[in-house]
């Protein structure tokens, strides 16, 4: 199942720059696992913002919870979560 | 360039159910041909909602509103458009 | 797979009170259907609204989907939906 | 009587994780006895955050007060509080 | 028990003065009845507004849902209910 | 003249629990009193929240701004001041 | 006593033009009424809205009520009222 | 001096098609005469809404007001002003 | 021109009395300097509240941003500025 | 392609004067070197906010991003993006 996650990220400015570094990294790194297991689906840069649109691909809402808690930036992320379902005028074959 | 784009569909409660089935089925086919030319990426149904969350891919901005402004059911949607680029994080070859 | 979803109803002034008492009489007959089929776990009214507070049990999202989509006031309401999960500090053997 | 409380825990990115730890352990510790003595009826996780939504059953809006009070994480919860009421639609026995 | 209760009226504005004058005037005997049977401890008007502040005292969240949907202007009220206890710094004998 | 004021209170996870019991000490002692001038008709808590809703009784609103400054715990206080008036409903001798 | 009022005028699209400018012709009327009495001190439009900012000077948040209950567009205003008071740092002799 | 506006226009699903169009040639009319004239700056279209956003030169806030309200399509228009001025690192000669 | 000018200040609470008081007497000298200039029109006091609600004449839309900038306590102040212009119903002389 | 972009700028206070300075230094070097490319259009500040409105002009989504991650002060800003578009009403032969 498919769930539209918009994540914000607040770094509170009292966090050393190596700290964020090390977090940003660890991030890209747990990013890219997700994306290669599938659970990742689409991953996008809002403009202008530290904030990320996705949409990941799940097969229950406590696997979500899981996958985002397992995020290294977690602490400092404000995640709304929106249940997808197929729209019947979609073309796709798969969503 | 690709652009989230939350549209929330509002229909006054006077519009008749036979207007409104036509404008659905006149929408659910620009649907498919602005799918079938590529533009519109991705279309979801927010659970619970009479209201999408899609992704579109157009050349400019002008692009992207002119298509909106071609939905049939267009003066009936609440469009919150936002900009996005590729994540650094992204594994994707397209977007 | 468990879903919180918080409905307030809103009836435009000018539906004749013969037309809110045949929905209403066919939403309480569509909420008995669900709450038999084990569908809606749970529904409770908002004091002083016309509002309640429901948990919905489903397989899928797009179930629940076709659940809201199918209920006679769905016209009227405002639907919001919050994915669940299990709490670890739960102590239900079933939720 | 029942009561629909939606709670946010934010804890300040200063204290330590020991502390964290140890408060989480005895929140856990204090939800179990509240569930086993019938007055946290339903305890579950919101998807992707730090919240929960519960349902407790009290004698009096007091004694709610003084349970969210003994909460050890209370200090860094918000909470919102909604009165409840059986809904003429729902067929549970017991709510 | 004690619950705030802030109500808003929103006639609309085809609604004819007559009718406006007459539930008014329901209403009017209404909240004096509940105000003798003691449910309506207070009701103020809020400055400037079609507004009201009150405190009610009722047995059951229950009975305080029905209250307010036996006042005649219901239907055009938006009502936030908010549950009250005893603060511990008040000195009144009863509340 | 009567107003009516909702406060929460925000006290920042630095404080030392001393200063609050110590805050909080003087600030049960001064709403004695002023409850006691008659000046702070009703006081109740919000359940859930360190909030609370109050009724005052002043000549002027300049004596509610005083009296709200004079508050121990005020520089740690949201407050909202709402003007009260008889409701032409009310059946209340005196507010 | 001093109010700061803010008052918008939203006035349903389906009242005619005749009547509007009836209602205006009044409320100017009333609105001088009120100035030359003393009551109303000072009135400003809102550059670009159909919105005014107003400072009363009244015995008592009733006759505030009262005054503002006996405009002409009242049925169409939206009424914000704010309570204010001397300010330790005017030089104002009377405010 | 220079004011940033920001036009929603939301126009009542009643009003006919060609009444909408009647204002809409009227409202050109009248921006081209506004361009013409040096008080409207700038004019872009917000992408995806019938909103628009503006840079107006005027010689005091009252020609503003003045300007928008003679704005064929002001009654149907939300209306947000922002004044502006000269930012310290703008390189501009004239803004 | 006239502008409302709507402050709050949020000192944090770590800054020390010592530094409140001195910024707090500098902002007295510096609001009764623009007062005696013509430019700080009124000041009032919100009754509850670490905020007030001036009206300013100034020149330019610039001068007024100069003159904020130049309070004491402008580094901890929110501000909202709204243009005004004179009411058509308005029979003050001067505004 | 045209972007209204929305900042305003919160610099936590316990930042020391000397680095605030710094950073606005090299903000006003790196926008005017950004105004000079070509990028950034129009610059202005909001009155009596430490806040600027501004129009860029670039060829990709991406780029916007990457000119707004390059600012100095980008770590303290809230920055919001709107896509724009020509309005048909526009004069302008270059937007």
Redesign the interface.
């Known amino acids: 199942?498919?769930?539209?996650?918009a994540i914000t990220v607040r770094i509170?400015?009292?966090?050393t720059p190596e700290r964020i570094k090390q977090l940003s990294s660890r991030?890209?790194e747990r990013?890219?696992e997700l994306?290669?297991q599938g659970n990742w689906l689409?991953?996008?840069?809002?403009?202008?913002?530290f904030a990320?649109?996705s949409?990941f691909e799940v097969e229950?809402?406590?696997e979500?919870?899981e996958i985002?808690e397992s995020l290294p930036l977690h602490?400092?992320m404000e995640?709304?979560?929106?249940?997808?379902?197929?729209?019947?005028?979609?073309?796709?074959e798969v969503?």
Not at 1 to 5: A, E, I, R, S
Not at 79 to 92: F, K
């Open positions: 199942m498919l769930f539209h996650v509170p400015h009292d966090v991030e890209h990013a890219a994306q290669r689409h991953l996008w840069r809002v403009v202008g913002k990320n649109i949409i229950t809402p406590a979500l919870h985002l602490p400092y995640v709304e979560v929106t249940a997808l379902c197929r729209h019947p005028g979609s073309l796709a969503d």
